[in-house]
């Protein structure tokens, strides 16, 4: 007959449980941190604080009000940002030949339906080639500029 002797030290047992344990914690750290830091995708605007300072911010439709709001309110910021946008071709009469709103409707009540234009003023040389109310998407770069409304029948 074969008899085998195991002695079972606990404090040994606990200590490679323990190891073992803070090995797969340091592991799904490391594939966090490479998700977070690595994997971020500017087509997403999880956090609205800001548009990213590089690349092509994609603004999408839910975020377009928020997004532009905060361009509005802080435009040294931004300036200089690349942006893509999708929006409708919007004039109205005291814009230059070269220039059109990019624009999305922005409901203020629900009952009646009220609803404004909101939009980025957009420059570009084929300006005239876009219908009014066509829908288009354009990339193109934040600068500050002026502009004023020379009549008030709006």
Avoid at 23 to 30: G, M, N, P, R, V
Avoid at 67 to 82: A, E, F, R, S, W
Avoid at 104 to 123: C, E, N, T, Y
């Amino acid at each position: 007959m074969f008899v085998c002797n195991v002695k079972f030290n606990k404090n040994a047992c606990f200590k490679w449980i323990l190891g073992f344990f803070a090995i797969i914690c340091i592991c799904l750290a490391i594939v966090a941190g490479f998700k977070i830091f690595k994997g971020y995708n500017r087509e997403t605007f999880e956090n609205l604080e800001c548009l990213p300072n590089t690349d092509i911010a994609i603004i999408r439709d839910e975020d377009y009000t928020n997004i532009l709001k905060m361009v509005n309110d802080n435009i040294d910021t931004y300036i200089g940002q690349k942006i893509c946008f999708t929006g409708y071709v919007y004039r109205v009469s005291d814009i230059k030949e070269d220039e059109f709103i990019l624009a999305r409707d922005m409901i203020i009540s629900d009952s009646p339906k009220q609803s404004l234009v909101v939009g980025f003023l957009s420059k570009c040389k084929d300006a005239t080639k876009f219908e009014n109310n066509a829908w288009v998407r354009i990339v193109g770069t934040i600068e500050k500029g002026e502009y004023s409304r020379r009549s008030s029948n709006y």
